[in-house]
């Protein structure tokens, strides 16, 4: 029998293209980890919000059977890059304050799918909330410009909507803890990690448009969630799962 886990990428742009070959996507890298032993879903919406998220999640969550929800290891939520575009100049805006309540929703919607099911002792599925990567305004404004638009994103706006993401995750554990729920739920800060590169100088090497990520920035992003892992879930690390299916040793009945 074939009991592989189920890893599920849930996000916008940042997440939809992290299957890109191009870019060695940081989803194409977990895919290669966990080969064999946890099936990674992406589930990313380029353009999409956290006001977005928050409606389409219940659907998502909902083709999942009992059974699927018994393997889902893990859930990467990784929102913010639009949500903090510049109010009165991008649609897309969403206010910080709302921001932040999204993301506790979100938490809410997978505490309520995953909280009774049976996982057979393992530990409960584990959930990482990213920030959005910082934006490097050159870039970015120069992306803009080729469209006859302005620039609709900061690096101060960016990084502090990655603070209400981290400060969500906080207040959500503590309610969780107080009602006496344990949920593996972890905030990762990719803004400072990618700054702690070599600062602002250095973000053009992480970021191809200014936004989006360059293979390197695809890289620190998978080494930071690896870290995460080996930290704080090291039974979700790639090496304590077996292969799924009988080795083929096995099977041949090769000494």
Sequence with gaps: EDRRGIGLLFGDSLTQQSFQLRSGGWGLELVDLYAGKIDILNRGFGGYTSRMAVEILPRILSRFSEEEFERLEFITILWGANDAALEN????????????????TMLDLIQQKTEKVNRNGKPQTTVIVMTPPPVEENLWGAHMKEQNKDL???????????????????????????????????????????????????????????LHLTAAGNALLVSEIKRLIQEKVPSLSAESFPIAFTDWKVVLNVQ
Excluded: C
């Design 89 to 104: 100049v991008s649609p897309q805006h969403v206010p910080m304050s709302e921001y932040k309540a999204n993301i506790a």
């Design 152 to 210: 609709n994103r900061s690096f101060e706006v960016s990084e502090s909507y990655g603070r209400a993401a981290l400060e969500a995750v906080t207040e959500w554990n503590q309610k969780n803890k107080r009602e006496g729920s344990a949920q593996n739920v972890f905030g990762l800060n990719i803004h400072d990690a990618m700054m702690k590169v070599g600062g602002k100088e250095k973000l053009p090497e992480l970021l191809s448009d200014g």
